[in-house]
């Protein structure tokens, strides 16, 4: 296995052997060899247009399935294999004359697909270092885009276009482009990563209603409880409505947060509060919670043997000899009768702090606060707003955040989306004028909010360029849904960009050099430092 997709990968080099994230090199094998079909499937569908349907989903699918902390089980990614083979062969009968051998090569059984991924991985092809890189940065960011165009569809909302990319992309990576060629399709990418966000915007906003300014409790009840986490809004629909009534309550992990902030959900009086953290310390918080966990999207950490038959998994998330809840039929639900059935067995959760955070600035509630902002601006009670949305991960450095966020002037405004919040969320940093300091707008593609509050403030204040406005980005990543979000705030314009903890290790030296003059992005340093650099 070689896999360098995360900010976690070892050394800053590349996993080999085994990933940091838990990963094993079988599995990572398989994920290469899945990534291959997907490759062959979006050369021979790529020659249609619109792309077909079955297509575009068996690639979302596929790329989403293959995301850091999504699946662990060889057998569900092998499944995926063989659906992937059977599909390239069924669209080749019309496309006959491509002879590529994503597109032509066999295999029948696991060893096949492992002794083929010995020839088909990250490195197993002599180019250019900078192609190399580009490839994969595009094929990093179509991973996240594929992420969300799944808990789009999950809702019911599919973009052509968004398909669209998404199979050409994955087809741009088996032709011999240059490098000009090879930024083209990742800028195209960044247009693709604001549509999806935007699909999903109106995904979550029409199905759920506009997230409202909310108070989430972090104490617990004493009634038995299931924690849910990952991003799937729909999951949360139904797990709400078929605990309802049961006597079991309902927590948030993670990334699941925001969903307290939609009016659909927060009519539910047994969905309780938020539970712990972000991702990496559920190792820690899932034991201590007692009752069952469902995990419905990344990010999911190899469970411990003191919880771990009290986890499921449900959508692409998967991890062998953890309960699965199969997807819903068509028209139907997901049965999460065994998750209640268990809860019920189980204590109610251990404590692990008390108190309450408030969140729910998403677009609409910002725009509502506009004329108090602006009027805050106006009177230089605010200097400055620092984005610092992205992604939480388990390394030390990553405590520059906290800190970074503790030593901001007071007079500063911290906009925020996705686990990065948890770095400095439950710190005491008080309010401006009724507006609190740290802004969460939801979960990482809700960072499409943070953009749409610039789009506007900027027309608001008559300005030609968005790096006019007072906002500064100091932005963390882990997993590929960040490369998502970091391409679409590049295509939006946005310059400047500190990005942290680490480079990712797939930009070469060559295509840092590429961002850095086209966009001025910049690794982070020491917070003295680069708080001199983002407030001037
Ligand atoms: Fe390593 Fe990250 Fe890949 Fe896991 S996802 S194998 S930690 S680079
Ligand atoms: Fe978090 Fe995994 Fe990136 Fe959605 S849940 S932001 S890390």
Redesign the pocket.
Known sequence: MFCYQCQETLKNQGCVLNGICGKKGPTADLQDVLLYVVKGVARLASATDPVEPRAAEFVTRALFTTVT?VNFDDGRVEELVRCGLALRDQLRLKAPQDDHDAVVWRGQTRDDFLSKARTIGVRASDEEEDVRSLRELLTYGAKGIAAYADHAAALGYRDATVDSFLVHAMDATTRTLGVAELLQEVRKGGAAAVQVMALLDRANTSTYGTPQITAVRLGVRQRPGILISG?DLKDMEELLAQTAGTGVDVYTH??MLPAHYYPAFRRYEHLVGNYGN??WRQDVEFARFNGPIVMTT??LVPPKPSYRDRVFTTGNVGFPGVKHIPDRAPGGQKDFAPVIALARQCAPPEALEDGQLVGGFAHDQVLALADKILAAVRAGAIRKFVVMA????RHKEREYYTEFARRLPRDTVILTA???KYRYNKLDLGEIDGIPRVLDAG??NDSYSLALVALKLKEILGLQDINDLPIAYNVAW??Q??VAVLLALLHLGVKNIHLGPTLPAFVSPGVAKVLTEAYALSRITEVEQDMARLLA
């Open positions: 902390n991003h993670g990334e972000s991702w990344n990010c992205g992604c939480d991960g996705g686990c990065a979960q990482c882990y997993e849904k960040a």
